[in-house]
């Protein structure tokens, strides 16, 4: 069981602060020979796999690396477009890393500004007067799980479906805002939040909420 990532998400739908705490990671590395049996396409500045699966290499991976240098983007090391890099049959044999894009900042910006306006629609949508909103979103691979405050703050929890303790969690890391955040004197509401102390008694709690599921007094 594992607890994912954490976002906090301000009234406007502003991104405040997220962490990745443990993000499962499934890559395959080949060395190929030329022609390259595989077809890539640039997708979201992306250098991915369009057609043809093997060896753990997966339809939407994209290009983390080549001969064990990491890529920026649909560019290699070098500056060289990637797809250009690989119709070049000097360049073989060739060492590639594949494996789940990773988010950039913008994409996690984008999403946060998304789940508010979900968020909203589903408030909106509710046949009763006075819904929560989404608490809970269920995938085959992780729940999502999130905490408004009366203020429109909300915290949430990405984690494995089979994780217990997040609701228990999602108001430990409310407690932990009020205290290491909101009570910090250079600290501005609805703005990032950078503080120590929030990070490190975050960071410990999602280690307590792996472990125990749950808190105990004093935790």
Do not use: W
């Not at 739908?13 to 962490?19: C, D, H, S």
């Not at 477009?81 to 789940?100: C, H, M, Q």
């Not at 819904?131 to 995938?139: A, D, N, Q, V």
């Amino acid at each position: 069981m594992a607890i994912f990532s954490v976002y906090v998400v301000n009234k406007a739908g502003g991104l405040i602060y997220q962490y990745d705490n443990y993000v499962p990671r499934a890559e395959a590395e080949k060395t190929f020979s030329f022609p390259l049996d595989l077809v890539l396409k640039i997708h979201d500045e992306k250098a991915v796999v369009s057609f043809g699966q093997r060896d753990g290499i997966r339809v939407g991976h994209a290009v983390l690396s080549i001969n064990g240098v990491d890529v920026n983007g649909k560019y290699t090391a070098e500056g060289k477009e990637i797809i250009e890099y690989l119709k070049d049959a000097t360049n073989y044999p060739v060492s590639i890393r594949f494996g789940r894009a990773r988010l950039t900042s913008n994409e996690k910006l984008m999403l946060a500004s998304m789940f508010h306006s979900l968020f909203a629609i589903g408030s909106q949508l509710s046949p009763e007067v006075g819904s929560s909103g989404i608490e809970m979103l269920e995938t085959d691979t992780f729940k999502l799980h999130c905490f408004q405050t009366l203020t429109g703050i909300k915290f949430i929890v990405l984690a494995d479906p089979r994780q217990a303790g997040i609701d228990a969690l999602l108001r430990k890391i409310y407690e932990i805002y009020s205290d290491f955040a909101l009570k910090n004197p250079f600290y501005s509401l609805e703005m990032p939040i950078r503080c120590e102390l929030f990070d490190q008694n975050l960071k410990s709690s999602l280690e307590i909420a792996e472990k125990a599921g749950t808190f105990g007094p004093g935790s």
